[in-house]
C-alpha cells in the first residue's frame, strides 16, 4: 500500500514537471508570464488606481462646486469665500491625483487623451483663481453692493437717495480688478480649446459621450467669450451709473400685452437723471403727451398703413416697428428729435411688463396713487395682480377726463426704485441684480447706449436686441399686434420647425404656428357688471389682428406660405429673407400659419447643421418643437436665444 502511494507521488511530479516544460516550450515562457503579471500589477497601481482615484475626486470638486453656487445666488460673500476654500482643496486633490499620469502623455495615442485631460485641470485651475480675485476685489466693500455680510451702521444711517450713490462710487474701485480676472478667464478658455472632442467615442454604452463634451467645450467658450466681451461695460458700469459725470437716460414702457417687434406697445416714458449714482426722474408721462409735443407727424409708412386700423401718421408710440432694437431706436429719434420735449440722452432703455412683476416679487406689495401693486395672480385676467391694475388704470374708458394716465408706470418704477434704497443692500440688492440680468437676458429689458464700446459690449451680451449675423441656419419671429386689444395677455404660440435634409445636402424647411385664444372676448359695455376677463369697458380681449414676418437666411426660396390673410410680402432686410403676411385670431378660436422654404446652401453632413432661434422681446415660453431629420433636437418654451443642432 505505502508503496502504491510512493509510486503515486512520483507520477505527479513528473507530470508537474512535463507541464511546467512544456509551458517553458510554449508561446508563453516563464518569463512572459513574469513580464505579463508585472504589466498588470503596473497598470493597475499607475493607471487603473489613479483613474479610480481621479474620477472619484472630479466628483468631490464638481459637489464642492454645486455648494459654491448655491453660496452665490444667496448673495452671501462669507458663505461664498467658505465655499471658495472648499472648491480649492477639492480641486487641490484632483490636481495631484492627476498629475500621477501626466507621465502618460509621450505615449502614443493614450497621450493625446491625457493631454486633454492636463488641459482640463489646468483651465479648471485658472477659473479658481479667477473667482478666488473677484472675491478678493468684492469682499471689502460686499454689503454696500448687494451681498451679506456684516452691515454698516454708517451706510444704513444715509437717506436712501445716498445709499446707491455710496454704492456707485464703491463700484468703481471694485471694476478695476475686471482685467486681472479676465486673463484668468481668457487662459481658462485658451486650454479648453486645445481638446478635441473628436478624438473620444460618440458613446459608451447608453451614455453619450463626444457630443457632450462638444457641448460643454462650446457653452465654455461662450460664456468665457462673454465675459471677456462685457469687459467694457463692466469697467464703464460706475459711469453709466454717473459716478464721473452726470447721465441722461429715456426709459420707454412696453406693455407686450399689446406685442409689438422689439416687445410692446410704447406706452409711457419716463427721464431719469443720474449723477454718482443718485436717480432724479425729470419727467414721467404718457407716450401721448410726447406725440402731442411734435407738431407735425410725417405719414405712415407702408407696413402700418397696409395693416394698422385707421392709423394713417407716424407717431412715436408706433415707432418699434424694426425687431432689431438699435433700428427701432434710429426710428425712434427721426420723431422724437422734432419733440418739443426732446433731452440729450445717454441712452435708451425699454422695459415691458415683466420688469415690473418681477420687481414686485422680489420687493413685495409697493402702493403707488392709493393703488396696490402685486406679483399676486389676478383671476379676473389669469395674470399678475399688477398687470390687471394697470390695465385697469390705463385703458378703461371713464366719463371724465383722466390726465397722464400712462405715466402711473414711471411712478410706479420710481416707487419701487425708492423702496429698494430703503432697505440694506444685502435685503434685495443682490436679488434685483440677478433677476436684472434674466430679464435682459431674455429680452425684457433692452438697452441702447450712445457710448459706441459699451454699445459694443452690449451687443456682445446679446442684452441690445439685435438681429444677429449667424453662420447657419437661422429663425426669428416677429408678431406685432395692430390695434387688437390687449389680446397678447391670452393667446398662446406653438411652433414647430421642421428641417429635412436631403441627400445631396438641399436643406428643405416647414414652420408651422398655432395661435389659440381659449378664452371669450372681453365685456366692453360700460353700463354692465364685468365678467371673468374684468369689469364692465374694459376691453382687454378681442381679436389679435396680427402682422407677421418670418426671419430666413439671406437667399432662402419661398415654396409655400398658408394663412395670411392678405398678399404674402418677400424682401431682404437685416441680412435675412423676409416672409410678410396678416391674420386675425378671434376670442375662443385659433389660427394657423405654415411656411415651406429651402436654404440658399447645402450640407455637407447633417452632424453640422446648426440652428439658431432668436426669441421676440417681450414674449414668455411660445411653446417650439425642434425636429432636425425626423429627430427632435428640442421641445419646451423659448425663453431665450437658442441653437438647436443633431
Partial sequence: MLGLLEKHKRLRRKRLRWGLSHIGKGKLGRGSIIFLII????????????????????????????????????????????????VETAFDGLQKEASKVYWMRFIP????????????????DHLITAAQKTVVAIEPHADLIGFKKGEDASFLEKPAELRLQTAVLTLDKIVEDVDAIAEDVDAARDKIAKINPNRYPKKIGNKEIRSKLQAGKDQFAGIASLFVDAKPFIKALPDILGAKDDKTYLILFMNDKELRATGGFLTAYAVFDVKQGKFEVKRSDDIYTLDDSIRTHPAAPREISTY??????????????????????????????????RVDYDGIIAVDTHVLVDALEVLGDT??????????MDKRCDCPQAIYKLLDEIDRPVHFIKTDRKGILGDLLFALMQKALGFSPSKYWGKLSQQLIRDMREKHMLVYMTDKKVQKSLEAMNFAGRIKDFDGDYLHISDVNFAGAKSNLFVKHDVTSKTTIEGDGTVKREVTIVYKNPYPHSNCDLEEGGGKLGYAGLCINATLRNWFRMYVPEGSTLVDFKGSEKKVQMYDELGKSVYEGFFGVAPKGKSSVTVTYTLPFKIKNKVDYKLLIQKQP?????????????????????????????
Avoid at 367 to 376: L, Q
Avoid at 618 to 646: F, M, N, R
Fill in 618 to 646: 417681450g414674449t414668455v415660453g411660445h411653446q417650439y418643437s425642434v425636429i432636425i431629420d425626423g429627430k427632435e433636437a428640442g421641445k419646451g418654451p423659448l425663453i431665450q436665444d437658442k441653437v438647436y443642432s443633431l
Fill in 367 to 376: 402702493e403707488v396713487r392709493g393703488i396696490t401693486f402685486s406679483a399676486a
Fill in 39 to 86: 504589466v498588470l500589477i503596473f497598470g493597475y497601481f499607475f493607471v487603473v488606481r489613479p483613474a479610480q482615484k481621479i474620477v472619484s475626486s472630479a466628483k468631490g470638486v464638481v459637489t464642492a462646486g454645486k455648494q459654491a453656487k448655491v453660496a452665490f445666488a444667496s448673495n452671501d460673500i462669507v458663505l461664498v469665500e467658505k465655499e471658495l476654500k472648499k
Fill in 308 to 341: 394698422h386700423k385707421n392709423v394713417n401718421k407716424f407717431y412715436i408710440r408706433d415707432s418699434n416697428l424694426s425687431p432689431d432694437y438699435v433700428e427701432s431706436v434710429k426710428l425712434f429719434e427721426t420723431l422724437y428729435e422734432n419733440s418739443s420735449q
Fill in 109 to 124: 495615442l493614450a497621450g493625446l487623451y491625457v493631454s486633454d485631460l492636463k488641459n482640463g485641470i489646468e483651465a479648471g
